[in-house]
Each structure stands twice: as C-alpha cells, then as structure tokens.
C-alpha cells in the first residue's frame, strides 16, 4: 500500500506540510479563479466580432492579452507589481492589513480566505484518504472545485474549460473502481447531466425563466463520473437544502426579492467534496437509522 503515512513521518507533520501546499496552491486558484473568466471573456467578444465581420482577425491568436502566468500579480487598483514578499499567502495579507502597499486599495478578502480554504480541505482530504494514488486524484478533485466554486461566485459561470475535464478525469480515476465502481461512474455522469437538465427543462417550460445554468448539469455529470450515481440523491440533498437555506436568508438579510440570482456551483462543489470524502459513512448511517425504525 502507498500510505502517506509510514513509520517515520507523524501524521500531524504530514497534515502541517499538505496545509502549507494547500495555502500556495489556493494562491494560484485565486489567479485563475480571477484571470481564467477574464481570458474567456476577451475570447467570446473576439469570436463574436469575428462572426459579425467586425474585426478581420482573431486578437487573441495575433497577440494574447492576458494568460494565467502573464502579466505578474499587480494591484487591480494601481497597477503596482507585487513584489515576492508581498505574495505570501495569508500572511503578507496580514502584513500589508489587507492594503496595496501603493495605493492603499482594499485588498480584496477572497485572497486570504481562498488561500486558507484551499489548505483547510486539501489537509482535510489528504488526513481521510490514506492511500498515496486516492489522494492525488482526491486533490485534483478538490482543487478544481474550489476554482469552480470561486468563478460561479464571482462570475456566474462554470467554465466548460474544468467542468469537462473534470469529469473525463473522474472516469479515468474509476477505472480501476478508486472511488466507484466504472459503471456506477459512467451511470453517474449520464444521469447528474440529464436530471439537472430534465429539471432545467420542466421549469423553463412551466415557468419560462431559467432556474439554473448548463454548467450546473455538467458539474453534476462530474460529481457523478467520481462518485458514482448512488451519491447524486445526497449531493443533491445537501447542495439544495444549503443552497435553500443561503437563499433565504439571502432575501431576508438583503431585501433583494425573489429575482435574486444565488449560483448553485458552490453548493454542489461543496456537496460533492462531502460526499467523496464521508458519503458511505452519512448513507450506511442513514440506513441503518432506517432499518432500526
Ligand atoms: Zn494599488
């Protein structure tokens, strides 16, 4: 067995140091949580000028204006470079007081909060999971909900560009049945995009609005290629009734009314990472409470 944990290393060290990694990878999620929405943004008004005979040429193939390496982190107030020091996570948060050491622009608190987040679930998951190769896939996993999360927050927006691998990645990860077996995965996949999308579909015939978005379906068909379609009634228990709570207390704190626009994203990422990691254990209990009744 590839167990992290081996005689030699505590298992405290172990979750310490996967904190650490977590704290500078949320670091780089905050860029592309911030820079990836941008990029597809200039590319859509580029196709779209493309299309109308607007513009000749496609910009973004002559000259890239913005990718996830390039410009180096600035102030979005400024402009000001930020320099290496600065670019700690949380701590020259704390160092600079959440202040441009130029300008003093409020620094946004998503930096921080994505950084510790980012280093609380990755040493949550890495402390559940034992074996080396589950946990590898279980990071992954991890990380590219929290980006999507982040983005549907800022952007309403669950970019194809992780949704989709995501979801391939899931079904390679099962192939040797890490999280589920394949065909409860490939099921899974299948059914996460069509219950969303039959709903989707029933509302907006009944309603004619639109209650959700096709990158909702997608991120479920994800969830499903990973934990297999016997975990989509939970995910969609735990994201619908925090997502109902949320939304409540949305309207009454914020007076916004029933147009209110809360993104689903975050609340099936949060459901899903649940769910790989403790949802055997919340079905077996729920059943066996079932049975003893
Ligand atoms: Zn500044």
Redesign the pocket.
């Known amino acids: 067995m590839n167990h992290f944990v081996t005689q030699n290393i505590s298992p405290e060290t172990i979750t310490a140091v996967v904190f650490c990694f977590g704290l500078v990878v949320g670091s780089f999620l905050n860029v592309v949580i911030l820079r990836l929405p941008q990029q597809l943004k200039a590319q859509w008004k580029n196709d779209s000028e493309v299309f109308l005979g607007i513009v000749q040429e496609d910009k973004n193939e002559v000259q890239p204006s913005n990718t996830l390496l390039w410009p180096p982190s600035h102030?979005t107030?400024?402009?000001?470079q930020i320099k290496p020091w600065q670019n700690i996570p949380v701590i020259s948060y704390l160092l600079l007081r959440g202040r441009?050491n130029?300008?003093s622009?409020a620094i946004s608190l998503q930096y921080p909060f994505v950084e510790l987040l980012t280093g609380f679930m990755l040493a949550v998951t890495v402390a559940y999971i034992g074996d080396a190769i589950n946990a590898i896939y279980a990071i992954i996993f991890t990380l590219c909900l929290i980006a999507l999360a982040g983005i549907d927050v800022n952007e309403k927006l669950l970019p194809d560009q992780i949704t989709l691998p995501l979801l391939w990645v899931g079904l390679f990860a099962n192939i040797n049945g890490t999280f589920a077996p394949l065909p409860d995965a490939v099921t899974g996949a299948i059914a996460g995009y069509l219950s969303l999308w039959s709903l989707y579909w029933m509302f907006k015939l009944v309603t004619g609005r639109e209650g959700m978005g096709y990158g909702d379906f997608k991120l479920l068909s994800a969830l499903g290629a990973w934990l297999g379609w016997q975990m989509l009634p939970l995910v969609i228990l735990i994201s619908s009734t925090f997502g109902a709570v949320f939304g409540v207390a949305a309207i009454l704190l914020g007076g916004q009314g029933r147009n209110l626009q809360i993104p689903f994203g975050p609340f099936l990422a949060g459901a899903g990472w649940i769910a790989l990691l403790w949802g055997d254990t919340i079905v077996t209990w729920y059943f066996s409470g079932f049975n003893a009744i």
């Open positions: 102030c107030n400024c402009g000001q441009c130029n300008c622009h």
